[in-house]
């Protein structure tokens, strides 16, 4: 048995493949935390973003997003200056407007997590590719996705991004045939 071809052999990225890379999560904080981070990695490798995680949970109050919501123009300043994490205006902008963005679906009675499950009929799709060369980077799904975070005031949600988010969260399983993780190989 082998790992998706997109797997180094770092440590923490063998650990994120086999433990978090399509499991399904439901929990409306923790997608709210893998949308943003899926924003920062825009034009950038995910390990990247993965290697500096911690930051950005240490500076984003874990991803409460009540807590981020209530971020000035004056915290943009000092994490522009942290090297802990992507230091890209646009960028942490996005992760403090999509806090706000959040909150208003739940104040309107859409909780995240639902929505976000929605554009699957609440139920993980899983592929059955042999090589991550059959695996999309968009879907009708993403695009759909994408199209209504927009809506709703979110940023740094294209297509792309959303169809990262899709795989990450376990909303598709695209753990290749071959793959340890692909469910049918889980015993």
Known sequence: MQRCGWVTQDPLYLAYHDNEWGIPETDGQKLFEMICLEGQQAGLSWITVLKKRENYRRCFHRFNPAAVA??????VE???QDAGIIRHRGKIEAIINNARAFLAMEANGE??????????????????????????????????????????????????????????????????????????NQT
């Open 70 to 75: 209530q971020m000035q123009a004056e915290d």
């Open 78 to 80: 000092t994490l522009l």
């Open 111 to 184: 909780p995240f997590s639902e929505f976000v499950w929605s554009f699957v009929d609440n139920t993980p799709q899983v592929t059955r590719a042999a090589a991550m060369s059959e695996i999309p980077t968009t879907t009708p799904a993403s695009d759909a996705l994408s199209k209504a975070l927009k809506k709703r005031g979110f940023k740094f949600v294209g297509s792309t991004i959303c169809y990262s988010f899709m795989q990450a969260c376990g909303l598709v399983n695209d753990h290749i045939t071959g793959c340890i993780c692909h469910p049918e």
